[in-house]
């Protein structure tokens, strides 16, 4: 009896200890499936952010977008003479950046990082045979070394973006070589397609994957175990050269990411005190909001301003969107007029997920924060809807040339917030008349072939979705006339919505070689005047970050630019252990 | 008996390629590919890179010509990668997962068989007594409480509320597989004294559904027999209750529990989703859902294919077993 006594109290013991000395455990609702893929050909937010405690570049960015150098020793500028533009008749024709390394930048073997592993990288990222998601702009990019440690890029055509993302990416040459070559000499001359697919995660899965654990990493921390489906542990890179305040002693050792793919667990873990933060792709919204109210004083739940526009394209194309009136400015703009976003933000969303008023993220330098806004205004909806000849019927449905405008508005099934954004907008819509039947499809349908890009044959007249992307990389192409799907881009486009607008696309066209920030800024601001009135899309608001952190841990933070609260790995630590804050989350 | 069972072992070939046939036309069927959810993750892909990438992953071919590569290669023991985890998919399945799904089901089903079938038998012979009223109600309960809730308030109750109102005297572990850094190096007792802890939660919920309906079908099957003529005349020679019920009816009302065990072994193998799910626990069930959202057919197939393999293996043996506990069926 006793031993079954004793059997049970170690059983139903303390399940576990909080975290050690300068450990720090993290709950996430999803698995990378795999790491420190130089080439990124399987980009997934959890895995961005899990690399950020294991990677270096020559430059990174803070929370406010400035750069700081990293494996570099200095970020080039214009004003330092690394940063170089090449003009010809006054346009700019091809532009470079000059890097030298460390002299102690080191992977974690302790093997130096030398301009190799950036030749290697580029090489291997422009190869026909490597799936790189996407080419640009390393298409046009040539590495020209100089020595060991320094070497110069150069973009012809030159890269709008080059001083802030020019940067290239870097691999670990010396360790990769002989898988490489293995994978050069399988796949000479083959097509490409599953075969050759496979022979690349052949090669990719050497280096990335719980069996197979990255060899070497540059960054502050290295991965030293990984149990498929349950934790991922990385402890402390000595040989990383940057240094925190105080000593890296004082900071976070190491580090365990564990997986909870429900996420109402992962609320119950935090409750338990089994986690000491939660990752950016955790909490949704509403648990966010519900952990916010009884966090207590150990934790506290951030809303950190987010890169993610949610919006309604509105169909503009095809001979349903011009009977329904949707290919009239007019009509779009009543739609918006007649919802309540503040309200319905405040009400939803605490006021968290700011409006907004336009497609650029308030974060980006070419944000114009005098465009256009459309506060909810009911009668002026009427009047636009009455303008552009929709008069109500007998049964307050609007009505034109014997058509009533009956929409149909659809989003990704199954997502909670969105589908109550889409009732509270149904019920404000059928106050002017205009009825909404809502029609909602998996993900996988919704994002599939046959959805967004086909808008031409009226498979669509409002959609609900997001856009992310990094706000100081702006570029406006997705309202470009160019971006609109159809059979000849192979419906790769993504301007769905299918609105066409002269002016627009050649302000974006000339924004693409404008080096001088005023003038872009000066072009956006057009642009986002002719967007604003346009209104291809509806505006709903940016989405907002959620995450929860113990109130001791510090330098976890971030912005719309870091995106992830790892982005300063090497600071991270807890207060009490002696690390320093070095920036909090506003 | 042999000439039957190596009958049915050779129908067991087509039958199994129009099962490998189905699955992948209809995985295939699912609209989407991997390059769409590149196209919707980031705004500034450009129509070239989505024609390349299109190529690259074969997007644009056939599912039918992707069937007969699959199969040609499945034929010579190559089951391909697993495109989300990059490793082989035989490896992620066998290796990585089943062993998981294992330790939770087969737990489960031993522990709960043991607890059903005398509570089964105790509730049909005691039939509308107090106690066979509670125990159908709570059967009732069990199988109609949906599990992904059931988990999550076991869950609060042992990880937190308990935790909180004995001082952490009485606590379990939140989900997952074992603790952090827990590894076999640790010895042996250590280990598996940290896994069994990680396991009871989940295991007592997966016996909570196991038992409902294991309890409720040896009832009634107990009940059939139990009002039969052969019953009825074991009593009417004077054999002591004990005898009648453990000996003549107790094997009788087995032959319907048979079926119902041997169909549910290969369900062994499937996994629990909302199970593994609630708890993190990574098993197979969880890995077929999410191979299936993401379509890495190389795991879906894996998964599926060894699923209907063990499933008319053990139709088969259940069929065979028939043959030994009960003499009327003769396979000529």
């Known amino acids: 009896m006793k031993k079954i006594v004793a059997l049970s109290a170690f059983l139903l013991g303390a399940a576990l200890a909080s975290p050690a000395n300068n450990s720090l455990v993290i709950g996430t609702s999803q698995e990378p499936p795999n790491i420190m893929d130089p080439w990124v050909t399987n980009n997934l937010a959890i895995s961005t952010e899990v690399n950020q405690w294991m990677g270096a570049g020559l430059t990174g960015r803070n929370n406010d977008g400035s750069l700081y150098a990293d494996i570099a020793t200095t970020v080039p500028t214009l004003a330092n003479g690394l940063y170089k533009e090449n003009k010809s008749g006054g346009k700019v024709v091809s532009n470079s950046l000059t890097y030298t390394i460390r002299p102690d930048a080191k992977w974690s073997d302790g093997t130096p990082i030398t301009t190799a592993d950036f030749e290697f990288w580029l090489k291997v990222e422009l190869d026909e045979r490597v799936p790189a998601p996407q080419r640009y702009p390393w298409d046009g990019a040539k590495i020209t070394k100089k020595d060991d440690k320094t070497f110069t890029i150069t973009f012809n055509p030159p890269y709008l973006f080059a001083q802030v993302a020019g940067a290239p990416g870097l691999a670990p040459s010396k360790q990769m070589a002989a898988g490489w070559a293995a994978f050069d000499s399988a796949t000479k001359g083959m097509k490409p397609g599953e075969a050759l697919n496979d022979q690349w995660t052949k090669f990719i899965s050497q280096y990335t994957t719980s069996s197979n654990l990255p060899q070497v990493v540059a960054g502050p921390f290295k991965p030293t175990s990984w149990k498929p489906g349950n934790s991922l542990t990385l402890t402390r890179n000595t040989n990383y050269w940057r240094k925190p305040q105080g000593g890296e002693s004082k900071y976070i050792q190491s580090v365990i990411y564990r997986f909870i793919p429900n996420t109402n667990t992962l609320k119950v873990n935090i409750l338990s005190g089994q986690l000491d933060a939660v990752a950016t792709v955790g909490l949704t919204f509403d648990q966010a909001l519900d952990m916010q109210k009884r966090q207590g004083n150990k934790f506290t739940t951030f809303f950190a301003p987010g890169a993610v526009w949610e919006h309604i394209d509105v169909n503009t194309r095809g001979q349903r969107s011009k009977d329904l009136g949707l290919d009239d400015a007019r009509v779009r703009q009543a739609l918006l007029y007649s919802v309540d976003r503040a309200a319905l933000v405040k009400a939803m969303f605490q006021g968290k997920q700011p409006v907004s008023n336009t497609f650029v993220n308030p974060l980006a330098p070419v944000y114009d924060k005098d465009v256009m806004a459309y506060g909810f205004d009911a009668a002026k909806a009427k009047s636009l809807f009455a303008a552009a000849g929709w008069k109500p019927g007998a049964d307050g449905i609007l009505e034109k040339n014997g058509k009533k405008m009956i929409l149909n508005f659809s989003t990704t099934a199954g997502n909670a917030v969105r589908e109550r954004v889409q009732q509270i907008l149904q019920a404000q819509w059928k106050a002017v008349g205009v009825q909404v039947n809502i029609q909602n499809y998996p993900a996988s349908v919704f994002f599939g072939p046959d959805m967004l890009s086909k808008g031409e044959s009226g498979k669509w007249d409002l959609a609900m979705y997001a856009w992310s992307a990094d706000p100081t990389l702006e570029g406006g192409d997705l309202f470009k006339s160019s971006a609109i799907p159809n059979a000849a881009n192979g419906y790769s486009g993504q301007n769905n919505s299918g609105w066409s607008n002269a002016e627009y696309s050649k302000l974006q066209k000339q924004s693409e070689t404008e080096f001088n920030a005023a003038a872009r800024s000066k072009q956006f601001a057009q642009m986002q005047a002719i967007w604003a009135k346009e209104l291809p899309s509806l505006p709903m608001y940016f989405r907002a970050n959620p995450y929860t952190r113990v109130n001791d841990l510090v330098n976890y933070d971030m912005t719309a630019i870091t995106q992830y609260p790892t982005w300063d790995a090497y600071r991270i630590g807890w207060a009490s252990k002696g690390a320093v804050s070095a920036h909090t989350q506003k | ?332």
């Open chain 2, 1 to 332: 008996m042999l000439s039957y069972a190596l009958r049915r072992i050779l129908q067991m070939i087509p039958l199994l390629f129009v099962i490998s046939l189905v699955i992948y036309g209809l995985t295939a069927l699912q609209p989407g590919d991997p390059v769409d959810q590149m196209i919707f993750g980031n705004p500034h892909i450009r129509p070239e890179d989505v024609v390349r990438l299109r190529e690259a992953y074969g997007a644009d071919t056939p599912w039918f010509e992707k069937y007969w590569t699959w199969l040609t290669h499945a034929m010579r023991g190559d089951f391909g990668y697993s495109r989300d985890f990059s490793i082989p998919a035989t490896q992620f399945i066998f290796q990585q997962r089943l062993p998981n799904t294992l330790l939770l089901t087969v737990p489960a089903l031993i522990l709960s068989t043991l607890i059903a079938i005398p509570l089964g038998i105790f509730s049909a012979v005691r039939q509308y007594s107090l106690p066979d009223y509670i125990l159908t109600f709570l059967s009732f309960i069990a199988s109609s409480a949906p599990v992904f809730w059931i988990g999550v308030m076991v869950l609060f109750l042992f990880a937190v509320w308990l935790p909180q109102a004995t001082n952490g005297a009485i606590s379990l572990p939140p989900g997952g597989l074992g603790s952090a850094g827990m590894d076999p190096s640790a010895g042996f007792a250590a280990f598996w004294g940290d896994r069994l802890k990680y396991m009871i939660l989940p295991v007592m919920v997966l016996m909570l559904r196991e038992i409902s309906s294991t309890l409720r079908y040896m009832r009634a099957s107990f009940l059939d027999v139990i009002n039969q003529d052969f019953v009825r005349t074991a009593r009417a020679k004077g054999l002591p209750n004990r005898s009648v019920i453990y000996k003549h009816a107790l094997r009788n009302s087995l032959i319907p529990i048979v079926t119902i065990l041997g169909l549910s072994i290969p369900g062994l193998f499937s996994g629990a989703v909302l199970t593994e799910t609630v708890f993190s626990w990574p098993g197979i069930g969880r890995a077929l859902l999410d191979s299936l959202v993401s379509k890495d057919f190389n795991v879906v197939m894996v998964c599926l294919m060894t699923l209907a393999f063990l499933t008319v293996i053990f139709q088969l043996i259940t069929d065979l077993l028939y043959g030994l506990v009960d003499p009327r069926i003769r396979y000529n």
